[in-house]
């Protein structure tokens, strides 16, 4: 009897194990070779191109981050503990990870290693990969004392441009106006999750406006995902994909 529940219990953590790091994958041709995005959970992005990690936004609840590649590049969109985690930042460091931050991050966390600061309308580039921080931030959604859960000028959202895809990593935002001025975006990851983000109604006008060839709604928590596929029926110019 000992043994079978020894062995049920074996059965139980491998399962709870695989969930654990289980990541769906997808790919996308460009004109610098293969894009390869791992769906880490809630924010938690990896991208895998020309022999390159890119990690985005790592969080240790949704991953065991010591059984993930080791980090060419880590973005971080903001200072919330749900995107800047040392935890998970520290089992995928080596000793030439890079960092692209937005300023605020500075104020809760010392980086080990080389560190680029960039602000809302600032690009930089690591190797190929460019990388502009654009804003992200609250309009509606308030905190008790009427303070936005993300100011105006705090976060980054982050376009990256690999080889002829530009892929638009919203960060923690709502449907801003300065979305329509984003020009071409082939990918966008959008966060659907109140009162901290966006409503699936606030999502679907977030997706008007950037207009992606491929929608990844993501940091969606218990939103219901079908509703963002409702919303946009009208719209088959956007590929929804849930993840």
């Known amino acids: 009897m000992k043994n079978t529940i ?20 997808d790919f996308f041709e460009t004109s610098a070779g293969k ?19 890119v990690h985005i936004d790592p969080y ?14 880590i973005l971080i969109t903001h200072q919330h503990r749900d995107h800047l985690d040392t935890a998970a ?39 190929s990969l460019k990388i502009e921080a654009v804003p992200a931030y609250n309009i509606v959604n308030k905190r008790d004392n009427g303070i936005p859960y993300h100011p105006k000028g705090e976060g980054n959202g982050y376009i990256l441009t690999v080889g002829d895809k530009r892929i638009y990593v919203a960060g923690d935002t709502e449907n ?13 990851f959008l966060p ?36 963002i596929i409702q919303l946009l029926k009208n719209s088959p110019e956007i590929e929804i994909r849930i993840r």
């Open 176 to 188: 801003i106006p300065e979305m329509s001025d984003f020009g071409k975006i082939d990918i966008a």
């Open 89 to 127: 930042i520290n089992k995928i460091h080596q000793e030439n990870t890079q960092y692209i931050v937005a300023p605020i991050c500075l104020e809760t966390v010392s980086f080990e290693g080389e560190v680029t600061v960039i602000g809302n309308g600032e690009s930089t580039y690591f190797g």
């Open 35 to 53: 894009l390869e995005i791992h769906h880490v959970g809630h924010s938690s992005l990896m991208f895998s191109f020309d022999g390159q990690i």
């Open 192 to 227: 659907m999750n109140l009162p901290f983000t966006m409503s699936p109604e606030m999502t679907a006008e977030a997706a008007k406006a950037v207009q992606p060839a491929v929608l990844f709604p993501y940091h969606y928590g218990k939103t219901d995902t079908n509703e």
């Open 60 to 73: 240790s609840r949704v991953s065991d981050y010591s059984q993930l590649p080791k980090a060419d590049l």
């Open 6 to 25: 020894f062995m049920i219990s074996l059965i139980f953590l491998s399962v709870f194990h695989m969930n654990v790091n289980a990541q769906k994958i």
